[in-house]
């Protein structure tokens, strides 16, 4: 008797995508992904989660890979790690500047449409209105960027100590507040390394004009942000401002800003960057968002980016930046006067 063929799975543990091109190394690049679906199978409340590893990380370390494993089950989740724009300590070496949340989202906006299309394509069940995704340190702004970048597809996101956005003190290695972040970016128009007004003014998260955006596109999305009070590195106080913003902006943010008295010594060991055991940081002050029958579980009530395939504009000092939803998306700055 001849057997029967099967179907193609639903997904592949380990994918490679492609990238938008980057313009200081022109030419094709490649994204690789670690994709861990729950072990209890797919079903129709099955949603998606981005799992963001730090700036210098790389995504299949294996903490990273056990976060998807726990996220996936606890949370009826497809996790995904993605291994974004200068993942991985070799940055440091380069000459060019830290990308800093602009192509690094739009690769993890990728990685969600490309597990998208495939459950699509293959038939397989899950939730398109459960999209999740939480960062630490370097991921954390990366998750907010993607936020913006995808104003009508996240339900929740969760950053837990990321950057306040490219602030001067980063962008060009001031050392501001203690902090030891350099981007390596050049205020001199002439540099290679310049950084244009537009391009640093979009990587704020906190942009009020910005803020007030994304609220109008998606008013049942969820922040969470979670960040020592004693965090140098990437300094609490512009988050502090930056948390301020949103929140004038009507954007619903739970913000954790932790002092001594929430150390726990189980989740939270400290208030600096670090903070302790980060996967149950996370639990701790999300869960009841991201599980499925959490008492405030979250979803969205409408349509996602990827379904609406309409551009996604903000407006800048000198022009707009657009990201493209039409194919794979793609972002891009288009000045006012060329």
């Keep these: 008797m001849t057997a029967r063929p099967q179907p193609p799975a639903p997904l ?20 690789n992904l670690f994709v861990q679906p ?3 199978g797919l079903t129709a409340d099955t949603g998606l989660m981005l799992v963001l590893h730090n700036w210098g990380g790389l995504y299949d370390e294996p903490h990273y ?110 050392r501001e507040f203690g902090s030891d972040l350099d981007a390596k970016y050049s205020r001199d128009p002439q540099s290679p390394n310049y950084l244009p007004p537009d391009l640093q003014e979009i990587r704020d998260f906190g942009r009020l004009d ?13 922040i969470v942000i979670i960040h020592g009070i004693d965090d140098h590195k990437c300094p609490v106080v512009h988050k502090i401002g930056q948390f301020q913003r949103m929140v004038h902006a009507g954007l619903d943010v739970d913000g ?26 996370l639990i701790k002050y999300a ?16 349509p996602t980016d990827f379904e609406r395939a309409k551009p996604v504009e903000y407006p800048t000092s000198n022009g707009r930046v657009i990201i493209d939803y039409a194919a794979a998306p793609t972002v891009r700055f288009q000045p006012n006067h060329p």
């Design 12 to 31: 592949e543990p380990r994918l490679q995508i492609d990238a938008q091109e980057w313009p200081f190394l022109p030419g094709p690049r490649k994204i």
């Design 38 to 40: 729950p072990d209890a």
């Design 65 to 174: 890979l056990q976060w998807c494993r726990t996220f996936a089950d606890r949370y009826n989740v497809v996790a995904l790690s993605v291994n974004y724009l200068q993942s991985g300590p070799a940055w440091r070496e380069q000459i060019h500047p830290y990308d800093h949340g602009y192509l690094q989202a739009v690769d993890a906006i990728r990685a969600l449409h490309a597990i998208r299309r495939r459950l699509l394509d293959r038939r397989a069940p899950f939730n398109q209105r459960r999209i999740f995704g939480m960062g630490v340190s370097g991921g954390g702004n990366v998750i907010q960027m993607a936020l913006k970048f995808a104003p009508h597809t996240f339900a929740c996101g969760v950053d837990i100590c990321g950057m306040p956005g490219l602030t001067d003190g980063i962008a060009y290695g001031l």
């Design 210 to 222: 910005h803020c007030r955006l994304l609220r109008l596109a998606n008013p049942d999305l969820k």
């Design 256 to 281: 954790r800003f932790l002092t001594p008295l929430d150390v726990d010594g189980r989740a939270v060991a400290n208030t600096g960057h670090s903070l302790g055991d980060r996967e149950q940081i």
């Design 287 to 302: 869960d009841h968002y991201l599980k499925p029958a959490g008492p405030f579980a979250r979803s969205r009530s409408s």
